[in-house]
């Protein structure tokens, strides 16, 4: 830098020196330094022409001044002529003025008067050196004599030091004068022009003050730019650069200006030569065209000295915006650096498994990958500061430091993230090796808990049992830790929880190796002392009787007694001893396999525990560190508008998911620590809790593409920054998803080990439960993707089961064509069952990423399961069945993708329909006793009323009995007569489930229900064929068939009948029926009375059975379970809308309201 100033300093001085000496030049030129006077000054007196330079000389070189003949002489002011006189003087050059002017006065026009006037005013005034004085004397006869005597009797009154010559003609005055140095007015040949040359003058006079003044302004200029002081920005250093570059170029274009003038004025001076060769300039010319080349060149001397300035100058200021690009760029590098650094710093976490070491390398990857620009643009600023250190840089001091820092960061860098890497594949090479321990043990427990015992009584069976140890144990080479190697090798990596993992593994492996020894032991006494053979009677490990004992040590002590009292009976033909020492080892073998079986247990409770653990805390870290963040209003800066209020989408219920297992099942199951065969109790006491994973599994969809549209915010990025996590938010927002998917797998693995245990019972019921929430959030994320549907799904009950299906439709009111087409042309529909209705839905397959990509359902109609049917079996096809609707007037031929899965939809549907079946006859009866004590009895001659009401209490009760224990029917044929069969009901379930879904004791569900089956269109094409009946009323019975039977033998049961013909003498005067009317069935009363209700007029009232009989004939109660016959074996199970209507306080029917 002060090398730099001081070359600045002397690059100024210079062009100080050289501008001056450039000013001084021009005034040389110009004399301007003896007479500073220009023809510009006295442009007027001189255009008066009394006194003039023609350019001639005289013999020795000597100037000639001509005065011509001027009338008024006399009366020019003297300082006009003075300033005439002193300018004239002053344009020869020196050496020529020295020698001496000749003045060559011409008065031959005047009188001696003013010849002797002029000649004394010229004696006293002229300024310069006289050589000779010419005057042409006047030519009239008197006046020239006159001035001959005057003139020799008044020499000494001109008192002038040169000899004045008195002439009486121009050929005398070219003695003294070469004619071609005389103008054309005093007889001679030199060409001059007064104005020409008065106009030439100026102009030369004015490009010599323009080249001095350019000099000037230069000087000025460069004393500007040297005094300059250099900005500290970028943004001002290019501003100065270009205003100064600015300036530069409108001094370089005055210059050319100035040069193109003094080029115009050479030319005029030697245009006379250029257009005639053989003309020669006077000795004017030839001086004016010296001046003007000197002017020129001292104008191109000062054009160089200032841009042998200007590049100095401009390579400083080049330099200098180069330096402070430089400096921003360090700046911004060396941010980054550091960020990289210090997030470089943050990956201090070695992993605690293979997997999760495999994660965090491959995040150290991505970030050396996103890391790698950062260095290489710091490499390449090192570089192109080394390269303003080799061009000699002014700053060369200011720039060395930055670039050795730069080269020193990214080497520190490099060197650290291959430590990192190193660190990194040191530890999953340590977890590889832990795990390699883990999986070696496991198979050695697996293989001890496989071996069977019974097989191992014999010395064959003993000695093959031994070998298989001995063989797995040669295996342990290369898969046993040794503590202290492990502890030396990996030094540099271990920390408290990796030391800790590693006691145990270490732990297990000697727990391992010690059951081994055990076993051995046993084996080795069994194939010592067994020399004769024997025969095995002992069960199976699996076979044991299961002990109420609630811990496996008094677990094992049973099976060891009965196992003992097996051995009792068995007729061994050896000695007692013998028998006893058989009767150790094989007690002490099988209680080594419960043992094995007990630490199996153990490894899954304690991994439950500990991951449960693990869960809670990413929980609460996710719910404080983002979603907290979200209300806090010192992070309010850095979220978007669309991010604000939606926390809710974003995380779903997790705080309610963390709550429950944090302060509820956490804690419950720490109590099953030392039980772990009955932590299933824990899931089953919990399982109602377990439902609010569907709600956030529903919403995953939203918040996931709400995440996405997100991802990259300030915000998230500043939480994971602080909670110093490796991987982003979604990663957390997965977790309950993965949890509650995770417990089926421990579930399972406990079960494995807990089969003859006390709470295996449990274990399996909880695996159940737990599968079906899992079966009901994947339900339930199927069901949110319909589409069209206008309805409320949750008024639909329970989704039950969902899939994809070949569907067929038959429907009684359809086309002709419809019919023929629908055998082989089927529809793909994805149906989704509820509890009250089942619903048909076209599936669309969407594009996008992650939840988007999941297809969407469109609903195309719906059937009330109560009015729906079933028929198991079609014809043909064992994975078709039948759903018929309103007495077959809809039906549709189902077949699934395996037997299997329409075998569980079947059994679903049955299960529907039973337990709606259910709900009716209880509601049915229900509202039958309310009206006993209302209804009016018939009068009996041998019964009193209080008496008939108490038997028909007991019957009532009776029938009430039997109803509430049947739960459905499954038949073949419709019953039509008692003797012929009657619908067996079907046993309950020997254990009710946990947590089972209780149906709407509503009857299928009227209240929520505005229309049982609607469509939203009418056809599809190329899609199949959909109904176009018109609007059905309530159902009169399947299809036709059967056998008739007689009116008398027919067996009354509650329900409704149609009248066929009239009846007008019932026991109550007021009730009377008519045919068409319909009727229905209350209850039966004393003495074959039944009571009914005429639901046409409303009035209600005591028909004796008989009669009933004739009045509704073969009329089938609408409240039955129907069938029909579909193909060989079938059956059907069905609600009819019927029985809806006698168990709804209105009497609606569901076929009216889907009319």
């Not at 609460?620 to 926390?647: F, R, T, W």
Request: overall charge negative; aromatic content about 8%.
């Amino acid at each position: 830098m002060r090398c730099w100033l001081h070359t600045e300093e002397m690059a100024l001085e210079e062009l100080m020196q050289r501008l001056n000496a450039v000013s001084q030049c021009t005034d040389e030129v110009m004399y301007q330094d003896i007479i500073p006077l220009y023809a510009a000054d006295i442009h007027d007196q001189l255009k008066k022409q009394f006194a003039y330079l023609s350019g001639g000389r005289g013999e020795n070189g000597c100037p000639v001044i001509t005065f011509p003949d001027y009338p008024a002489f006399s009366e020019i002011p003297e300082k006009e002529f003075q300033n005439v006189l002193t300018y004239l003087t002053s344009i020869p050059s020196l050496r020529d003025a020295r020698i001496g002017f000749i003045l060559v006065i011409d008065r031959r026009q005047d009188k001696w008067t003013s010849v002797k006037a002029s000649i004394l005013r010229i004696a006293a005034s002229f300024p310069g050196n006289l050589q000779l004085v010419l005057v042409l004397r006047p030519t009239g006869l008197f006046h020239r004599a006159l001035s001959d005597i005057a003139f020799r009797f008044n020499k000494d009154e001109f008192k002038m030091k040169v000899p004045i010559i008195m002439l009486g003609s121009v050929s005398e005055l070219q003695g003294y004068i070469d004619k071609t140095q005389l103008t054309e007015d005093l007889g001679g040949t030199l060409d001059y022009c007064h104005n020409r040359w008065l106009s030439r003058r100026t102009a030369i006079e004015g490009f010599a003050q323009k080249v001095k003044q350019t000099a000037q302004i230069l000087q000025s200029f460069g004393t500007e730019l040297a005094e300059t002081e250099l900005p500290n920005d970028v943004q001002s250093t290019s501003s100065l650069l270009a205003t100064h570059t600015e300036k530069k170029d409108k001094m370089k274009e005055d210059i050319r200006l100035a040069v193109e003038q003094g080029d115009d004025i050479l030319g005029s001076i030697t245009k006379p030569v250029t257009e005639n060769p053989e003309y020669k300039l006077n000795q004017d010319q030839l001086d004016n065209q010296t001046t003007v080349e000197r002017l020129l060149a001292q104008l191109h001397e000062t054009e160089s000295a200032f841009d042998e300035f200007w590049i100095k100058h401009q390579q400083k200021l080049e330099q200098c915006l180069h330096l402070r690009n430089f400096e921003q760029n360090f700046r911004e590098v060396k941010a980054a650096l550091d960020i990289v650094s210090e997030r470089l710093s943050a990956f201090t976490d070695v992993g605690n498994s293979c997997s999760h070491a495999e994660h965090i390398l491959k995040d150290l990857a991505n970030f050396e990958e996103k890391s790698c620009e950062i260095v290489a643009k710091a490499r390449m600023l090192a570089s192109e500061g080394d390269a303003f250190i080799q061009s000699n840089h002014y700053a060369v001091d200011s720039i060395i430091p930055k670039c050795s820092e730069l080269h020193h960061l990214c080497d520190a860098l490099a060197t650290e993230m291959e430590r990192r890497r190193n660190t990194l594949n040191k530890s999953l090479e340590l977890h590889g090796l832990l795990e390699k321990t883990m999986r070696w043990c496991d198979e050695g427990i697996y293989l001890l808990a496989s071996q069977p015992v019974d097989k191992c009584q014999s010395q064959d069976g003993a000695e093959s049992a031994l070998q298989e140890i001995e063989k797995f144990l040669d295996t342990g080479a290369g898969n046993k830790i040794e503590l202290n190697k492990v502890y030396r090798e990996y030094a540099h990596i271990l920390n408290e929880d990796l030391k800790e993992h590693i006691e145990k593994v270490f732990q297990k492996q000697e727990s391992m190796e010690e059951m081994f020894q055990k076993r051995q032991v046993s084996l080795k006494k069994l194939a010592a002392k067994q020399t004769r053979p024997v025969q095995p009677v002992a069960p199976r490990p699996e076979a044991f009787v299961k002990s109420p004992c609630t811990s496996p040590g008094l677990q094992r002590d049973c099976v060891s007694n009965t196992e003992s009292g097996v051995l009792r009976k068995v007729n061994y033909r050896r000695g007692k001893s013998e028998m006893s020492e058989l009767h150790q080892s094989r007690g002490g073998s099988t209680m080594d396999d419960e043992e094995n079986l007990a630490v199996l247990r153990q490894h899954v409770m304690n991994e439950l525990i500990e991951t449960e653990r693990a869960y809670v805390e990413e929980l609460l870290c996710v719910l404080e560190g983002y979603a907290a963040e979200m209300d806090n209003p010192l992070m309010a800066h850095l979220i978007s508008p669309e991010l604000q209020n939606k926390k809710d989408i974003l995380f779903g219920n997790m705080e309610e998911i963390y709550h429950f297992h944090n302060r509820i099942f956490l804690r419950e199951l720490e109590n099953y620590v030392e039980y772990p065969e009955l932590v299933g109790r824990c899931f089953l006491d919990q399982m109602e809790d377990f439902q609010i994973y569907e709600k956030y599994c529903q919403n995953k969809p939203r918040s996931e593409s709400l995440w996405r549209q997100f991802s990259d915010s300030v915000f998230f990025q500043e939480c994971q920054r602080k909670l110093d996590h490796k991987l982003s938010l979604d990663s957390y927002l997965l977790k309950p998803v993965q949890r509650i998917t995770k417990y089926q797998l421990l579930l399972k693995e406990m079960l494995k080990y807990s089969k003859n245990c006390e709470g295996a019972e449990d274990l399996q019921e909880a695996l159940n439960s737990i599968l079906g929430i899992l079966k009901a959030v994947n339900d339930s994320m199927h069901q949110i993707a319909i589409t069209g549907y206008d309805g409320n799904l949750n008024e639909l009950g329970k989704l039950l089961m969902q899939g994809s299906f070949n569907v067929w439709t038959d429907h009684k009111k359809g086309h002709s064509k419809v019919k023929d087409l629908a055998r082989f042309k089927p529809m793909q529909r994805h149906l989704f069952l509820h509890e009250k209705a089942v619903l048909f839905c076209k599936k669309r397959e969407e594009n996008g990423e992650g939840y988007e990509k999941a297809p969407s359902y469109s609903y195309k109609h719906s059937l009330n399961m109560a009015a729906v049917g079933i028929t198991e079996n079609v014809k043909g096809d064992a994975k078709k069945f039948e759903i018929w609707y309103n007495a077959r007037e809809e039906v549709y031929i189902i077949q699934a993708p395996t037997p299997e899965v329409k075998a569980t939809w079947v059994n679903e549907i049955r299960k529907v329909l039973t337990s709606q079946l259910q709900a009716c006859r209880e509601a049915s009866q229900h509202r039958t006793l309310e009206h006993t004590q209302s209804l009016p009895l018939p009068a009996s001659s041998c019964t009193s009323p209080s008496r008939n009401n108490i038997r028909n209490m007991k019957k009532m009760d009776e029938r009430k009995a039997d109803l509430t224990s049947l739960e459905g029917y499954v038949t073949t044929v419709a019953p039509k007569y008692p003797e012929k069969g009657k619908a067996s009901p079907t046993s309950p379930d020997k254990k009710a489930k946990r947590h089972e879904v209780v149906s709407d004791p509503t009857p299928f569900g009227v209240r929520g229900w505005a229309k049982t089956s609607h469509s939203l269109d009418a056809s599809e094409e190329n899609d199949g064929w959909s109904s176009a009946e018109e609007p059905l009323n309530s159902s009169d019975a399947e299809e036709d068939g059967g056998g008739g039977g007689g009116g008398n033998e027919m067996k009354l049961t509650p329900g409704k009948y149609t009248v066929v013909t009239d009846y007008e003498k019932g026991v109550s005067e007021e009730f009377a029926v008519k045919g068409g009317d319909v009727v229905q069935l209350i209850r039966e009363g004393e003495d074959g009375l039944w009571y009914v209700k005429n639901l046409t007029t409303g009035r209600e009232g005591w028909i004796p059975a008989n009669n009933l009989l004739m009045l509704i004939g073969n009329s089938k109660s609408a409240q039955s379970l129907s069938s029909s016959e579909s193909g060989t074996a079938s059956s059907t199970l069905s609600t009819s809308s019927s029985c809806s209507d006698s168990c709804n306080a209105s009497s609606t029917s569901f076929s009216d309201i889907k009319g």
